[in-house]
T-cell receptor
């Protein structure tokens, strides 16, 4: 069991740019979810992937997109960055049907200037 | 839609004091309920959970009971330590065992002074 690893830990982007955040899920976990946590707020669900297909999406615009790969890694892509996209982005992986639930990574802190 | 409401923080306590953090929820079905903890600079860690009414989740001296009649899941600890200082999030999930998403409250910051 290796846990959930996210990269990078911090980054700064300019408004209008595009960004890719990466997550390496716990081995064997076939489900990955991404959350956005604004400063002082609780995490908000962005979307979830199960066996490389999106199977749930929160109230986020299409410029937020993702991919899940067979090796348990995944990406969150955000296009046309806006200042309000500044947040901590959390990845969580799980094995569908596992009552022990989600394992969260430490997150990527994105600052848009 | 489903939602979670927590008491506002920050909560400041002296070491060995009793802790209660209130959490109420709104849900259309019968969700699973969770408490997560976030230490500074870290991600979320599952503290405890309960999957049906009257279940009590417990871990590291923390407890919470799933109260369907009051739609509540209050977090309690009898004697807090400085190391308990963190942000605590109450959350729910419908269809948890089928990978249902988590819906979080806004978080309650706890600061424990020696």
């Amino acid at each position: 069991e290796t846990g959930v690893t996210q990269s990078p830990t911090h980054l700064i982007k300019t408004r209008g740019q595009q960004v890719t955040l990466r997550c390496s899920s716990q081995s064997g976990h076939n489900t990955v979810s991404w959350y956005q946590q604004a400063l002082g707020q609780g995490p908000q669900f962005i979307f979830q992937y199960y066996r490389e297909e999106e199977n749930g999406r929160g109230n986020f615009p299409p410029r937020f997109s993702g991919l899940q790969f067979p090796n348990y890694s995944s990406e969150l892509n955000v296009n046309a960055l806006e200042l309000d996209d500044s947040a901590l982005y959390l990845c969580a992986s799980s094995l569908s049907g596992d009552r022990y639930g989600y394992t969260f990574g430490s997150g990527t802190r994105l600052t848009v200037v | 839609g489903d939602s979670v409401t927590q008491m506002e923080g920050p909560v400041t306590l002296s070491e060995e004091a009793f802790l209660t953090i209130n959490c109420t929820y709104t849900a259309t079905g019968y969700p699973s309920l969770f408490w997560y903890v976030q230490y500074p600079g870290e991600g979320l860690q599952l503290l405890l959970k309960a999957t049906k009414a009257d279940d009590k989740g417990s871990n590291k001296g923390f407890e919470a009971t799933y109260r369907k009649e009051t739609t509540s899941f209050h977090l309690e600890k009898g004697s807090v330590q400085v190391s308990d200082s963190a942000v605590y999030f109450c959350a729910l999930s419908e269809n948890y065992n089928q990978g249902g998403k988590l819906i979080f409250g806004q978080g309650t910051e706890l600061s424990v002074k020696p």
